[in-house]
């Protein structure tokens, strides 16, 4: 293990690779603080032209374009209220009113250090917990795939103790946004209502984006009736 490692650090700190390292991240941030382009469109938009390079190379500048992406949808979150990026939707809550107040540097640069820990976090659980949970998920079957399930609707009661109605609710229409699609196991078509793009099912990213429009919709129509901030409602 020591061995791989010291061997993909050197692969990494490459020159050639750490230019296309930081042409992927440059390259990113640009797509990423451009709303309606997100990370993956990028990634697949540039997947053919990696064809012809050598692994490595093409690998670096992917991951690059990935994180520079993630990282950038928090510039338009901040300063338009607009998240470039599906991840970045949480920014806009804080980093838009920081804005507005003429802090969007301390915004900007928070964002910054957040992205650096929380991507430098992310990287060493991926790189010391991927063996393990690879051998784990191998061992996994239809009942403990069952008991996963059920263990994540009865956590509902926990995440909503506030309002259980509203938990049970939201667990409900969770379950009925699942069902649209062809089902896994019979291969029959369910709840399309004769449309070919309904087939695939309702993502998770595009139903929490318009969960979340919806939600911070009604929020500030009740701020624009009772004159309430926002963030009481949280």
Same mark, same amino acid.
């Given at each position: 293990?020591?061995?791989?490692?010291?061997?993909?650090?050197?692969?990494?700190?490459?020159?050639?690779?750490?230019?296309?390292?930081?042409?992927?991240?440059? &390259?990113?941030?640009?797509?990423?603080?451009?709303?309606? !382009?997100? &990370?993956?469109?990028? #990634?697949?938009?540039?997947?053919?032209?990696?064809?012809?390079?050598?692994?490595?190379?093409?690998?670096?500048?992917?991951?690059?374009?990935?994180?520079? &992406?993630? /990282?950038?949808?928090?510039? =338009?979150?901040?300063?338009?209220?607009?998240?470039?990026?599906?991840?970045?939707? *949480?920014?806009?809550?804080?980093?838009?009113? !920081? *804005?507005?107040?003429?802090?969007?540097?301390?915004?900007?640069?928070?964002?910054?250090?957040?992205?650096?820990?929380?991507?430098?976090?992310?990287?060493?659980?991926?790189?010391?917990?991927?063996?393990?949970?690879?051998? &784990?998920?191998?061992?996994?079957?239809?009942?403990? /795939?069952?008991?996963?399930?059920?263990?994540?609707?009865?956590?509902?009661?926990?995440?909503?103790?506030?309002?259980?109605?509203?938990?049970?609710?939201?667990?409900?229409?969770?379950?009925?946004?699942?069902?649209?699609?062809?089902?896994? #196991?019979?291969?029959?078509?369910?709840?399309?209502?004769? =449309?070919?793009?309904?087939?695939?099912?309702?993502? !998770?990213?595009?139903?929490?984006?318009?969960?979340?429009?919806?939600?911070?919709?009604?929020?500030?129509?009740?701020?624009?009736?009772?004159?309430?901030?926002?963030?009481?409602?949280?």
């Amino acid at each position: 293990m020591s061995v791989q490692l010291l061997h993909s650090f050197g692969n990494v700190f490459h020159p050639v690779n750490l230019m296309f390292v930081i042409l992927g991240v440059g &390259a990113g941030i640009i797509v990423g603080a451009l709303p309606g !382009l997100t &990370a993956t469109m990028a #990634i697949a938009l540039l997947v053919p032209f990696t064809f012809a390079m050598p692994p490595i190379h093409g690998l670096v500048l992917l991951g690059g374009i990935y994180c520079g &992406a993630i /990282f950038g949808g928090s510039f =338009s979150a901040i300063l338009i209220n607009t998240p470039g990026t599906p991840s970045a939707i *949480a920014t806009t809550f804080d980093g838009y009113p !920081l *804005a507005k107040k003429g802090e969007s540097y301390r915004a900007i640069v928070t964002a910054t250090i957040s992205s650096v820990i929380g991507g430098l976090i992310g990287v060493l659980f991926l790189l010391f917990l991927s063996p393990p949970l690879s051998r &784990a998920s191998l061992k996994f079957g239809p009942p403990e /795939f069952f008991w996963l399930t059920a263990f994540g609707l009865t956590i509902i009661a926990t995440l909503a103790s506030d309002s259980i109605l509203k938990g049970l609710i939201g667990g409900a229409i969770g379950l009925l946004i699942s069902t649209i699609g062809i089902a896994p #196991i019979e291969g029959s078509v369910r709840f399309t209502f004769g =449309s070919v793009s309904l087939q695939d099912g309702v993502g !998770l990213i595009p139903a929490l984006i318009g969960f979340f429009c919806q939600i911070r919709r009604n929020l500030k129509q009740v701020q624009g009736t009772t004159g309430v901030a926002i963030g009481n409602y949280r």
